[in-house]
């Protein structure tokens, strides 16, 4: 299994209705994009200094499979907003 995680910085004047846009997309996703096999996500809730705002886990079969997700048109709409919103995102890929 491939492990995907990602951290999103959200912007300072970033709206908690952007946020909850985001999560309702993202929510959304493991039932439109068979190649997802696991999908968590969540804010921050310590707000330390070197935290991000926002993490996202998710398991794939393979590198491919992470590939069509990440080709995906419905994973592209959320990841736009996602980009819109965010003053850095990181990602890490692991087996």
């Known amino acids: 299994m491939l492990k995907h ?5 959200f912007k300072p004047d970033t709206a ?9 997309g993202l929510a959304s ?6 190649e997802i096999k ?8 310590l707000r330390s200094e070197r935290s991000y705002d926002f993490a ?5 079969e393979d ?9 995906h048109p419905y ?3 959320v990841l736009n907003k996602i980009r819109a919103i965010c003053e850095s ?5 692991f087996t």
């Open 89 to 93: 995102i990181i990602a890490v890929d």
């Open 38 to 45: 696991r999908y968590e996500f969540g804010r921050d809730i």
């Open 56 to 60: 996202l886990i998710s398991e794939f």
């Open 63 to 71: 590198t491919e499979a992470m590939n069509r997700y990440q080709t």
């Open 5 to 9: 995680v990602v951290f999103l910085k």
């Open 16 to 24: 908690d209705t952007d946020i909850a846009d985001i999560e309702k």
């Open 29 to 34: 996703l493991p039932a439109r994009i068979p």
């Open 75 to 77: 994973h592209f709409a």
